[in-house]
């Protein structure tokens, strides 16, 4: 049979189709688009990827490794950048946090107080309050920029939004808080002419406002660690079993610290207790969030939320050892109530940076993540082994529980 005419190209050339008549070489050089199959492990091959450490001499050889040709993998983000957007909060919110914490804790103990008879302790615990509740408001109203953005979240009423159910909660305190120290104005007034029948209402006015004021107060302490919980933030959605009693103890332990602050020591008896408990409530939960969710609570430990929580720790445990040891001392009763007062406020600055820090590092996003589903993968196939298949309808039932 006659040869196969060779095609021609542009200006004689011949053509250029890959010969097939010799085989390619692993690691020789070849055409572009000319690479058969085997090639490219080849090539993989003398770049040393699949190749043992120590190979038949220095080490052990594994044989039948289908994975031995796949560097190990590392994370990374796309370009470095962050997964998720920092939080729009400013550090107002972290104040809006130690300030209705201290408003609902005053009002707690100003109530327990009221109930004693502790006249002194309880002015200063519901003034404190007022102070702490305006303050509150102001740092609220300073974070969204403008005063008809509170107003207009008044305007509606979702159950669901832990923001709105907040607002609503911090309105209805608000008045009571401010009702309960205004009637500690009354004694002041003149005992005749106009001002009398305001002073014959305003005590018991004053201690129905106040008893109200102190139902409202716990959840005034708690709704913002279900808003932190309830938002994408590692550091602050994954310690959601934690946070509340995080926040009702560093409010109860800064009400105690205002009371042992401002009131007489024979009237403090209250405050002293309380700031045992909520030091105790406080530091077992902090614990229990710096340590207990181990690669989303690393924030919690590392630059300024670290540092700013090992303060608030060591000051929380000297204010409670204060209120225990200051029974017979103003001096040191006093100085155990600021303790807890800055030990609060620093607790509550720390969880807001914590949670910031942990938003820039796409790591506590995307390894949590990752861990769940190897999680749920490995428990939906021990669910559908194949030796549970034949298994009774009560063991199958076991098994997915």
Known sequence: MSEQPQLKGFQGHEDPRPSQATPHQPGSAHEPGTDPVGGQAARMWNAGMGRRSGGAKGGKRRRGDVNAVVPDAEFRSYYGRAVLKPPVWTHEIAYYLFTGGLAAGSSMLGAVAALRGDVAARRGLRLTALGAVGASAYFLIADLGRPERFYNMLRVAK???????????????????????????????????????????????GAVAGAGAALTAPLLATYTAVLFADTAVPSWHEPYRELPFLFAGSALASGAGAGMLLAPLAQAGTARSAAVIGAGVELAAGHRVENGHGLVSEPFHQGRPGRFLKAARALTVAGAAGALLGRRSRLLSAAAGASLLVGSLLTRVAVFEAGVASTKDPKYVVVPQRERLRDRGALAHEEHRPEDEGAQPERAQEIRT
Do not use: N
């Open 159 to 205: 159950p669901t939004s832990p923001m709105s159910v907040g607002t609503w909660i911090l309105s209805a305190y608000g008045p009571l808080a401010g009702a309960a120290a205004v009637s500690e104005v009354a004694p002041l007034l003149p005992r005749r002419g106009v001002f009398r029948p305001v002073r014959w209402v305003a005590g018991p006015a």
